[in-house]
Structure formats: structure tokens, C-alpha cells
């Protein structure tokens, strides 16, 4: 594993799952910088539109740069053409903004998802620009962790009410075995309903590890 992978994977775990009625985006808390926790209080799921959003891992600056590109070109999109982007649209891109960038790479690995014209729909994008469509995915340090929970929880159909559960208790696990994993647990659901960050009350429910 190269220096550059080691820094993305290192100290998050964020799922994406995509359910009958829209998209699930979980992430973790914690920064961590080495064995030193930076911050135990980081936002790793963004909004980019009314019916989008996205998760990051790696380098909180060069995501969040990548988050006010694409919430930027959302919101010119929608003045212009008087309706929400397609979430394909959005990816593509992220995707040329990673690869336009690759000889100085942005330190960051994201999830893309949301809900349009075309139903629910999820993409993990790469530090290199490549793109991948999604049912349920996972990245970070606690990703091996999460993948082994979601690989026995999810089906094919699964509600936004499961896939949210699933979600959770993946990064869940995540915490609870992986140093660079924890602090709290942040969800949110996109749907026909738009984008919607879960209270604490509403996350109350969802622990069952």
C-alpha cells in the first residue's frame, strides 16, 4: 500500500446504501491525525443539493473543496435549467476534478448519492477520478469491518427503514474495531423527499450492536 492510500484510508468509516426508496449515507466523527484525534466532532456527510449529498475520507481540506465545486455547480445547474442536477452529473464532475488533479491528487475518496428523474443512485468516487456504481459500499480504515456487516445484512429491495439500520450498526461495528473510527455516528437519508441529516432522537432507535 502506497503512502497516498494509507492517508485515505486511515481514521473514518463512511457506508452508503441504496434502498427501495433512496439513499442511506452514514459516516463516523472522528478526525484523526496518526494516533493523535484531531477532532471528535467532524461532519464526514455533506449536503450538495435538495436531492444529493455525498460522504468523504481522507483530507478534510481537498473534500471540502470538492464539496463547494459540486454544490457550486448544483446550484448554477438548477438557475439554468429551472431543476435539480442529475446525480450522475454531479459524479461526473467529481470525477474530472480527481482526474484533472492526479499528478497533485486530492487526498480524498468519496460517496456520492442521491435521488432524481431516475430513482435513488450511489457512486464511489476515487482519488484518481474512477467511478463506480454502487448498491451498498463502504470506505475508510473501518471499511473491512463495515463490509463484513453489510455483506450479511443487506438485500436486494432493502427499505430505506432497514437500509438506514444496516448503515448505522455498520459503522457501528466499524467503531468498536477500528482505533481511527468513533465519537458518534451521523445519517442521512436522501429520497422523492429530499435530503434529510437524522436527529439524535431519530438515531436513538437504530443500535442493536
Known sequence: MSNVEEKILHGTTTVGIKAKGGIVLCAD???SAGYFIANNNTMKI???????GMTMAGGVADAQNITDA???HSRLYRVRKQGPIPIRSITRLASLMFHQNRGYPFIADIL?????ADGPALYNIDMFGSVEDKTYVTTGSGSPVAYGHLEEEYRDGISMEDATRVAYNAVAAAIARNIGTGDGINVA???????HLLTDAEKAPLKNI
Open 70 to 72: 459540486l454544490r457550486y
Open 46 to 52: 455533506q449536503k450538495i443539493d435538495a436531492h444529493a
Open 112 to 116: 456520492v448519492g442521491g435521488y432524481d
Open 189 to 195: 437519508t436522501i429520497s422523492a423527499d429530499g435530503f
Open 29 to 31: 466523527m472522528r478526525a
